[in-house]
Every structure is written in structure tokens, then in C-alpha cells.
């Protein structure tokens, strides 16, 4: 059970790439919406005076991303008991 939990953590951080990859592409949530991608998308057409509006919810990916693989690493760490002893 404990491997089911740490691979699910760990295949979120791929799961928020691929649909804000979607978003970014505009294949995934429409504009009544507000999604990361669409976020990067609209910002990407400022990007050479206006860099916030794409770099902050890039950085939010990325924290969003690293957090839930270090979550699941903890986890990892914390279920496996087998080697404690190593």
C-alpha cells in the first residue's frame, strides 16, 4: 500500500505539467476559467517589457511540482521500514 501512495504523489507533480502544458496550448481549460498554463499563455505575448505575468505562475508550477515529489520522497522515506536498519 505504501508504494501505491508514493507512486500517486509523485505522478501529480506530472499531472499539473501536462495540463498546464495543455492550457498553455489551448487544449485544455478555456478562458471564462484561469488556469497556470493559460496564465504562461496570455504572458508569454509581453514577455520582452513585461516578465511577471509569465515567471510567477511558472514559479508556481514549479513549487507545486517540487513540493508534491518531496512529499512523496518523505513519504518514501517515512513507510519504508525494511531498510531501517541498513
Same mark, same amino acid.
Given at each position: 500500500?505504501?508504494?501505491?501512495?508514493?507512486?500517486?504523489?509523485? $505522478?501529480?507533480g506530472?499531472?499539473?505539467?501536462?495540463g498546464?502544458?495543455?492550457?498553455f496550448? /489551448?487544449? /485544455?481549460?478555456?478562458p471564462p476559467k484561469? $488556469?497556470?498554463?493559460?496564465?504562461i499563455?496570455?504572458?508569454?505575448?509581453?514577455?520582452?517589457?513585461?516578465w511577471w505575468?509569465?515567471v510567477?505562475?511558472s514559479?508556481?508550477?514549479?513549487?507545486?511540482i517540487?513540493g508534491?515529489n518531496?512529499?512523496g !520522497?518523505?513519504?518514501? $522515506?517515512?513507510l !519504508?521500514v %525494511?531498510t %531501517? /536498519?541498513i
Amino acid at each position: 500500500m505504501s508504494a501505491i501512495i508514493v507512486k500517486t504523489t509523485l $505522478d501529480v507533480g506530472f499531472v499539473i505539467l501536462i495540463g498546464a502544458g495543455l492550457s498553455f496550448l /489551448g487544449l /485544455g481549460t478555456q478562458p471564462p476559467k484561469s $488556469d497556470l498554463g493559460t496564465m504562461i499563455s496570455y504572458g508569454a505575448q509581453y514577455l520582452p517589457t513585461k516578465w511577471w505575468p509569465t515567471v510567477f505562475p511558472s514559479f508556481a508550477i514549479l513549487f507545486l511540482i517540487l513540493g508534491f515529489n518531496l512529499l512523496g !520522497d518523505g513519504l518514501r $522515506d517515512m513507510l !519504508d521500514v %525494511e531498510t %531501517e /536498519g541498513i
